[in-house]
């Protein structure tokens, strides 16, 4: 089960980018357009979240990208990326857009059930960086959402139609909402995903789990995006 989160603190991550910054020119985090000062989000829904990437990079000046998403960001990564070949540089996609069909009936009421509870605990934590601007109904219906957008059925051609150099770096475990062994059992469908596209490989399974992958293992994904760098420039010498 995805959890929808707020962008955590990138500041390692930008120590570990930075022999690349020289190629891209500058660094566009998600902390740009959804975790900075503004109130409650009020359309957070996945189409508005793909369609904020082209504002954002718009109004930074930005014509290729390098696209990097983590959890809920690594599906917006991979629509991105996938509608956008001639304006991606590569995408780097962190435990997430994995095509699974986990959501159920059950799974719906778990997510609702689970937020209701977190509810009291969200306004303190949003100072953090840890949660979204969201209520807690609002974060239960994202991830309802991105159950949706994670079927094989939906996810699987959008991957199979990505021509950019994509990676993946993968977490282990469980995690906040997950059970057993069912977030495993969601990253084993990579497996078809990489036989399908020779465009998208694994570039390191890690011992972090989903919500600790950033803060522990940001150099395995510094190290993905260095391999889509060097890819382009491959493809692409100035």
């Given at each position: 089960?995805?959890?929808?989160?707020?962008?955590?603190?990138?500041r390692p991550q930008r120590l570990q980018l930075a022999p690349h910054l020289d190629?891209?020119?500058?660094?566009?985090?998600?902390?740009?357009?959804?975790?900075?000062?503004?109130?409650?989000?009020?359309?957070?829904?996945?189409?508005?979240?793909?369609?904020?990437?082209?504002?954002?990079?718009?109004?930074?000046?930005?014509?290729?990208?390098?696209?990097?998403?983590?959890?809920?960001?690594?599906?917006?990564?991979?629509?991105?990326?996938?509608?956008?070949?001639?304006?991606?540089?590569?995408?780097?996609?962190?435990?997430?857009?994995?095509?699974?069909?986990?959501?159920?009936?059950?799974?719906?009421?778990?997510?609702?059930?689970?937020?209701?509870?977190?509810?009291?605990?969200?306004?303190?934590?949003?100072?953090?960086?840890?949660?979204?601007?969201?209520?807690?109904?609002?974060?239960?219906?994202?991830?309802?959402?991105?159950?949706?957008?994670?079927?094989?059925?939906?996810?699987?051609?959008?991957?199979?139609?990505?021509?950019?150099?994509?990676?993946?770096?993968?977490?282990?475990?469980?995690?906040?909402?997950?059970?057993?062994?069912?977030?495993?059992?969601?990253?084993?469908?990579?497996?078809?995903?990489?036989?399908?596209?020779?465009?998208?490989k694994i570039s390191a399974k890690v011992p972090s789990n989903h919500g600790a992958?950033?803060?522990?293992?940001?150099?395995?994904?510094?190290?993905?995006?260095?391999?889509?760098?060097?890819?382009?420039?491959?493809?692409?010498?100035?």
């Open positions: 089960m995805e959890m929808v989160g707020q962008p955590v603190q990138l190629i891209y020119e500058r660094t566009v985090s998600s902390r740009d357009w959804i975790a900075g000062s503004a109130g409650s989000s009020a359309d957070y829904s996945f189409k508005t979240n793909v369609r904020d990437v082209d504002a954002v990079l718009a109004a930074r000046g930005v014509d290729r990208a390098l696209v990097v998403g983590w959890s809920y960001g690594a599906f917006v990564a991979a629509h991105w990326a996938s509608r956008n070949p001639g304006r991606t540089v590569g995408a780097v996609l962190v435990d997430g857009a994995q095509p699974y069909d986990w959501l159920d009936e059950a799974m719906e009421q778990r997510i609702r059930k689970l937020f209701r509870r977190m509810s009291p605990l969200l306004p303190l934590l949003r100072p953090t960086g840890l949660t979204p601007r969201m209520s807690a109904e609002q974060i239960a219906n994202s991830n309802i959402e991105i159950g949706r957008i994670a079927r094989e059925r939906e996810l699987g051609p959008v991957l199979d139609n990505i021509t950019v150099p994509t990676r993946y770096v993968v977490a282990s475990g469980a995690s906040l909402g997950s059970k057993g062994d069912e977030q495993e059992l969601i990253r084993a469908s990579l497996t078809q995903v990489v036989e399908r596209n020779p465009n998208i992958i950033l803060r522990k293992d940001f150099r395995a994904v510094a190290d993905a995006v260095r391999e889509v760098a060097t890819l382009d420039r491959g493809r692409n010498p100035r």
